[in-house]
């Protein structure tokens, strides 16, 4: 991994992750294609998906070296982590067939649309709405704090599909081609000047029929197996660059002899 930071991804070193998002976005989409190249992605995919299969044991090892050479931050962290197990364990054949190459390849990225100004924590508050026209679903609703939809191909939207349904029933799962008329990215400006995060607005924004994972109405299901795989290892890198983060400010701190300072120790 060190080898291959270096050259045109030497800047990508320990970038990109949680509250630097929005850095080296392009240059990290690269990255992407350069790990697919020696089957760096998915490796905890099964191997008729185009993963390498490892148990979890080596996924936790490749994470840990991941971390310690200064990977960045995975641009392809929503599809390999959420999107990809998901359709593995609830998509049609034609679905993986379609989505899962590009993923593991680096050349297609995902966003989530999950949470509405009114459904966050509550996620059954799901406004968003979809209906059949012919051989297309037709979305129209809101989501919001999407992250990195303005670089994002496709985005999984949970919406509410059966008529007067409330709750948990009637909602279904689809992928949306992002790169269409009828949907509006609205970045989410934040205090630094950064903005990952997003609203984003579907008015009549399509979708193939076939492009729903699981039976339409059961999207629920579907989506609390994506929340599952977030639970995962998904983060795993993550957590441990916090970790080499505070060792290093920790030792900093002991270097410059400001660990005595009892405002400094109760920060750290």
Same mark, same amino acid.
């Given at each position: 991994?060190?080898?291959?930071? +270096? ?27 350069? !790990? ?20 979890? =044991?080596?996924?936790? $090892? ?5 971390? $310690? ?17 998901? !359709? ?22 995902? +966003? ?6 009114? $459904? ?58 992002? =790169? ?31 492009? +729903?994972?699981? $039976? ?53």
């Amino acid at each position: 991994m060190q080898n291959h930071l +270096c050259g045109e991804f030497e800047l990508l070193r320990h970038r990109g992750g949680p509250g630097d998002e929005h850095a080296f976005v392009q240059e990290r989409m690269s990255w992407e294609r350069e !790990l697919a190249t020696g089957g760096w992605t998915g490796v905890g995919w099964p191997s008729e998906h185009g993963g390498r299969g490892l148990p979890i =044991n080596l996924e936790v $090892a490749f994470h840990e070296e991941y971390s $310690a050479a200064g990977g960045p931050g995975r641009a392809g962290l929503i599809g390999e982590g959420l999107l990809g197990p998901t !359709l593995i364990h609830f998509g049609t054949p034609e679905q993986q067939q379609r989505f899962l190459p590009g993923i593991i390849s680096g050349t297609e990225f995902w +966003c989530q649309g999950y949470s509405e100004p009114n $459904a966050g924590s509550d996620l059954a508050n799901v406004k968003t709405r979809a209906w059949k026209d012919g051989d297309d679903w037709v979305i129209e609703g809101q989501k919001v704090w999407t992250s990195l939809a303005q670089w994002s191909d496709w985005c999984f939207v949970v919406c509410r599909t059966e008529e007067g349904s409330q709750r948990h029933k009637g909602l279904s799962y689809l992928l949306v081609p992002m =790169n269409q008329p009828g949907i509006e990215i609205r970045p989410i400006r934040q205090i630094t000047g950064t903005a990952e995060f997003n609203e984003v607005f579907f008015d009549g924004a399509r979708t193939s029929a076939d492009l +729903c994972v699981g $039976a339409p109405g059961e999207g629920w299901k579907v989506a609390m197996g994506t929340l599952a795989f977030e639970r995962g290892v998904l983060t795993l890198g993550q957590q441990m660059a916090f970790h080499r983060e505070l060792t290093e400010i920790t030792e900093t701190a002991k270097e410059l002899g400001m660990t005595s300072d009892p405002v400094i120790r109760q920060r750290l």
